[in-house]
């Protein structure tokens, strides 16, 4: 994507973005936990680069407002309708996983 013009780019980029939260919005059934076990990232975690991107730019954007976004709701609305509560198996993956990537930053 280097040949392209930087705007072009980014807005290759932010359609590819809205893109994902739409599949995220539509698919509710894939938990957090899932996303942090496989991706390392999560929900939550695309709210907060977006605070911490328009921190960057100056311009205000407040925690709850990006998860609204994200979430395509209030995330309490989202929680209490779909999140479901992690499994102890998936709990030990995340664990397990937490462990291992602390190890490799401290090597």
């Known amino acids: 994507m280097q040949h392209l013009d930087e705007a072009t780019r980014t807005e290759l980029e932010a359609t590819a973005f809205r893109r994902l939260l739409k599949h995220l ?7 957090n936990i899932d996303l ?21 730019r100056g311009a205000e954007l407040d925690y709850e407002t990006a998860r609204k976004y994200v979430y395509g709701m209030p995330y309490d609305e989202w929680k209490a309708n779909y999140q479901q509560k992690a499994s102890p198996g998936q709990m030990a993956t995340f664990e397990a996983q937490q462990t291992r990537k602390r190890e490799q930053q401290g090597s």
């Open 25 to 31: 919005v539509e698919h509710k059934e894939v938990q």
């Open 36 to 56: 942090m076990i496989l991706a390392d990232f999560c929900r939550n975690c695309l709210s907060k680069w977006l605070v911490s991107a328009a921190e960057e």
